[in-house]
């Protein structure tokens, strides 16, 4: 059974991630939710080129991406929340006290 | 790209796609890891984002939003499926190689033999991060 | 044998006396210039150590001459001081003791001495006397440095030196506007002689492989190419040194400096240098017959054309710079004919009456202080009995009198330009007539308007000064008179027999030399000397006979000739090609600064290097804009491109 249309399904993810990253102009929460597809994307890779060389140490990352995004995705949402008290808006375009 | 006016919407996509990537996993010998996702995907992350959307206070209508329309943003989308299809389209990866044992037991082998170490710096990784979270978002008690 | 040691310390004491006296002399003079400077007593002090130190050397080469002669002459060459060593090139302060050098030594010493005794009462009541003789010894000290050498670097140093001692003696009344401009123009003059000798130094270096004489010697190049290049450059040096034209200019102005200097340099010594590497280098020159005839164009142009010049200027000592000039084109004929013996003997002769001439004509310019030879006062030989005889003796051996000593040099080397085999001998046989003609002119000309002038003034006696004080001025000039009549036979019995020169000079076609010199020594009427008694007698006619005739005469010839009366009196241009020189030269140095450097490089390219170095800066700040799609946009943009330079190098 041929791979390459589970690679095109992963890099499809992988690039609608990225699109939506860059055409992002709501909030930053749906920048993580769109973080988190590009990591899916990744993840689906390591599973694939698991597959095909019949190694299981691929599915062992897996499984630690996904303990990380996990932790990773739970902090964010703190630093948000807290953006959110401070600046009463979660809204990209009206965050730009990065520069004076 | 947010094709939908809600950002609720949105978040219901991600967990359709988190579905259909559970069964493709599944497709692919990883049934552990397809039901982790499940698990862990859909069942605890979507809940914080969907509890995070709700604290704040974003789902009040605004009709004024349109779609951001950026040329240079979807040439670098597409650079990056170009590039990537490029590699792909001409490449034959058949699978010939059968499967000894079921994906938990080769899993748990392997993780709890090789990569004891990296299991507990994970598990600690995770308690650091609930320790942050519960650090950033405490507040100060006010005095009445 | 010579014992070296013995000579090598000789001849260090023979370089380093003069060399001690100037720098002792400069010293006093740092020192002690004003408070002593008007003090008889102490100039007498100055001027005896400056005998004393010059009779030193005197002795040392009085005492070589007679070790080489007495002895077999032998070509001996002693080292004094190694500068370096480059492969297997040695460099090295040397000295060589052959005949030409020690013919050069003998005379750069004797006029050196004699123009240092004249110069006691000549230049004794100057306040800068001092100096005089500081400059004067470091003259001597470097034509001894560059006479015997014995290899090419040494000559070069000396020539160098020289050149620097002719600027400070020229520019010694420094108080003078036109005597600083004329230092400078003889310096611009000798540079350009400077820069083609160490270009003549290089390709002798490349082609023979070596800077010593004799080394240079056994290795002559074979190809007439690089034979030709080396004797470009070497005529082009001895052009300049030696006043040939187009490189004549300087000569006529050095005559501001002090008489006793001129004496020195610009009859004897400096001036015949050209010559003298010419005659050293001789091997090379006569493989080249292009350049052979070249020199003899140059020299006996230069010979005809500056004698013309003579005949109409009215300063006494420019006269004598002009004959100076035009006995060198003598020389340089002589060179181009192959005759280096020939132009070695009259580099000998016009040395001591060229001197003569400008020492007579010295106590005449410090009894009358008139340069303006139309107006010098009446009966000077009642008053100055001693220059009358002395001038006149010079000048007849000048213009070659037969008996005299010009006669003999000036007759060898117009047999040796007929009998030679280049292309231009019959033009410049007549070309030299022709000056031998007009030198009699000239020379009369010089004596007649001195002491002979019917319309001079009478002025009173209280001004002749020189008559019944010092005599010690006389003595050089008397001991040169004789020596310019006795020389010329007294020499010329060596020359015929081959006993002068033998050694390092080539002369071609010896049995012709040889029946030409038994000619001259039985026969005193030869073409010349025809038109040598020719010209006096016309010359007594123009000159002294004051009747109605000779007047008319004259001013008939200046109506003909005014056209030609104006282009010499101008001196033929020269001074207003110089002029145009200079404007091209500035107005190149004005486009090189004014377009080049502060339009092109200041505005345009460094003011604009600016501007794009802070337009840069300005663009790049636009990236940072505070907002965060920007900042994600572009940490996107950034992985895209890593990847695409990634995947493109590697597949």
């Known amino acids: 059974m041929n791979l390459s249309i589970y690679l095109m399904f992963s890099a499809c993810m992988f690039s609608g991630g990225i699109l939506g990253v860059l055409l992002n102009n709501r909030n930053l929460i749906l920048l993580l939710i769109y973080i988190e597809l590009i990591l899916l994307a990744a993840n689906t890779n390591f599973i694939i080129f698991s597959k095909l060389w019949n190694d299981i140490n691929g599915q062992i990352f897996v499984l630690f991406i996904l303990t990380i995004s996990a932790a990773e995705i739970a902090v964010a949402l703190a630093i948000i929340f807290k953006l959110f008290h401070t600046n009463k808006t979660i809204n990209i375009n009206d965050l730009s006290t990065l520069r004076q | 790209m947010q094709l939908a006016k809600n950002s609720i919407y949105s978040l219901l996509s991600l967990i359709l796609i988190l579905v259909i990537v559970a069964f493709c996993w599944i497709s692919l010998n990883a049934e552990f890891l397809a039901f982790s996702l499940v698990l862990l995907y859909i069942g605890a992350i979507t809940i914080i984002f969907l509890f995070a959307i709700m604290m704040s206070n974003f789902y009040p209508k605004n009709n004024n939003w349109r779609p951001k329309i950026d040329l240079k943003c979807f040439l670098v989308g597409t650079g990056f499926i170009s590039v990537m299809s490029y590699i792909i389209k001409d490449y034959n990866f058949p699978v010939t190689t059968n499967i000894t044992g079921n994906n938990l037991d080769l899993l748990s082998q392997a993780l709890l033999h090789n990569y004891i170490l990296l299991f507990c710096l994970a598990s600690m990784g995770l308690l650091s991060a609930v320790i942050i979270v519960v650090c950033l978002i405490n507040k100060e008690p006010k005095d009445i | 044998m010579l014992d070296l040691n013995h000579l090598r310390y000789l001849s260090i004491v023979l370089l380093v006396s003069p060399l001690l006296l100037g720098i002792v002399n400069v010293l006093l003079g740092f020192f002690n210039i004003a408070r002593f400077s008007h003090n008889i007593f102490f100039n007498r002090i100055i001027s005896f150590i400056n005998i004393f130190f010059t009779s030193i050397s005197m002795v040392v080469v009085g005492y070589f001459l007679w070790l080489y002669y007495y002895n077999n002459p032998d070509t001996t060459s002693i080292v004094w001081y190694k500068l370096a060593s480059i492969s297997n090139i040695d460099l090295h302060f040397g000295f060589l003791l052959d005949d030409l050098n020690i013919v050069m030594l003998t005379i750069v010493i004797t006029i050196s001495l004699l123009v240092n005794i004249y110069s006691i009462r000549y230049m004794g009541q100057d306040s800068g006397y001092i100096r005089f003789c500081g400059y004067m010894s470091f003259f001597v000290f470097s034509m001894l440095l560059l006479v015997i050498s014995d290899n090419l670097l040494q000559l070069f140093f000396g020539w160098e030196l020289v050149g620097l001692a002719s600027y400070l003696l020229i520019n010694y009344y420094f108080q003078k506007e036109q005597a600083t401009a004329a230092a400078f123009k003889a310096i611009i003059y000798n540079r350009i002689g400077d820069c083609s000798l160490i270009l003549a130094v290089a390709a002798i270096f490349n082609y023979c492989g070596s800077l010593d004489y004799l080394k240079v010697f056994q290795h002559l190049p074979e190809s007439i190419n690089s034979v030709n290049v080396i004797c470009g450059f070497l005529v082009i040096a001895a052009m300049s040194k030696s006043a040939q034209i187009p490189l004549h200019a300087w000569l006529s102005d050095a005559m501001h400096s002090p008489t006793p200097a001129s004496a020195l340099i610009h009859s004897a010594t400096m001036v015949t240098i050209g010559v003298f590497i010419l005659a050293r280098l001789s091997p090379i020159l006569e493989k080249s017959p292009y350049w052979l005839n070249t020199i003899l164009i140059i020299g006996s142009t230069t010979a005809l054309f500056m004698s013309i010049l003579a005949l ?297 290097i600016g501007k794009a170095v802070v337009s840069c800066s300005i663009f790049v700040r636009k990236l940072q804009t505070g907002h965060l799609d920007n900042y994600v946009f572009l940490t996107i943009t950034g992985t895209l491109v890593i990847i695409l330079w990634l995947f493109f190098k590697i597949i």
Request: charge should be positive; charged fraction near 15%; glycine fraction near 4%.
């Open chain 3, 312 to 608: 109409i200027e009215v300063d006494l000592k420019k006269i004598i710079a002009y004959s100076t000039i035009s006995q060198l084109g003598i020389m340089m004929a002589a060179i181009g004919g192959s005759a280096y013996v020939a132009a070695i003997f009259h580099i000998i002769n016009h040395a001591f009456f060229k001197s003569l001439l400008f020492l007579s004509v010295g106590t005449i310019l410090l009894a009358t202080d008139q340069n303006n030879i139309y107006k010098l006062p009446a009966d000077l030989k009642k008053h100055l009995p001693i220059s009358y005889w002395s001038t006149l003796i010079a000048s007849l051996s000048s213009l070659g009198l037969p008996g005299f000593s010009g006669f003999f040099s000036k007759e060898l080397i117009s047999e040796a330009i007929t009998s030679c085999q280049l292309n231009f001998s019959k033009t410049a046989y007549y070309m030299l007539l022709i000056t031998a003609c007009i030198t009699v002119f000239y020379n009369f000309r010089l004596f007649f308007l001195v002491f002979h002038n019917k319309s001079q003034q009478v002025v009173d006696k209280q001004k002749n000064i020189l008559r019944n004080q010092f005599k010690v001025i006389f003595y050089p000039i008397i001991i040169l008179a004789l020596l310019s009549i006795t020389s010329g036979v007294f020499l010329f019995g060596f020359v015929v027999n081959n006993k002068l020169f033998s050694a390092n000079l080539i002369i071609s076609n010896q049995q012709q030399f040889n029946n030409m010199c038994q000619l001259l020594r039985y026969n005193f009427f030869s073409k010349t000397s025809l038109v040598v008694f020719c010209a006096t007698g016309i010359s007594f006619v123009l000159y002294i006979k004051k009747t109605n005739l000779s007047h008319a005469l004259r001013l008939q010839i200046k109506e003909n000739f005014l056209f030609f009366y104006r282009i010499m009196k101008n001196q033929y241009f020269f001074n207003h090609i110089n002029k145009l020189l200079e404007i091209v030269f500035k107005f190149s140095c004005k486009v090189f600064y004014e377009i080049i450097d502060q339009l092109l490089i200041d505005e345009i390219l460094i003011k604009n």
